[in-house]
């Protein structure tokens, strides 16, 4: 089973850039998972999809779909929790 996380942020947000150590930690630990980061800016089709209105969002998605989604900067456990529960 795929899983990803997408990771929808701006170069401008504050809490991205709070946000971005913790991805950073889970993407060394979790390897068969693709991390994928959505500059809003310039993807905005792509979060017009994902209906993202805040950021830093989060979402975890895998073969059967979204799992879970995130808004504002979440814990590394909650992550975690998520991303077992999609299958990594």
């Given at each position: 089973?795929?899983?990803?996380?997408?990771?929808?942020?701006?170069?401008?947000?504050?809490?991205?850039?709070?946000?971005?150590?913790?991805?950073?930690?889970?993407?060394?630990?979790y390897?068969?998972?693709?991390?994928?980061?959505?500059?809003v800016d310039?993807?905005?089709?792509i979060?017009?999809?994902?209906?993202?209105?805040?950021?830093?969002?989060?979402?975890?998605e895998?073969?059967?779909?979204?799992?879970?989604?995130?808004?504002?900067?979440?814990?590394?456990?909650?992550?975690?929790?998520?991303?077992?529960?999609?299958?990594?």
């Amino acid at each position: 089973m795929t899983v990803r996380l997408l990771d929808f942020y701006a170069d401008w947000c504050g809490p991205c850039k709070t946000q971005d150590p913790i991805l950073d930690e889970l993407e060394a630990d979790y390897e068969g998972v693709s991390f994928e980061k959505v500059d809003v800016d310039e993807e905005q089709d792509i979060a017009n999809q994902y209906q993202v209105r805040s950021l830093p969002t989060l979402i975890i998605e895998n073969d059967d779909g979204i799992v879970d989604r995130f808004v504002g900067v979440t814990q590394r456990e909650d992550l975690e929790d998520a991303l077992k529960q999609a299958g990594a």
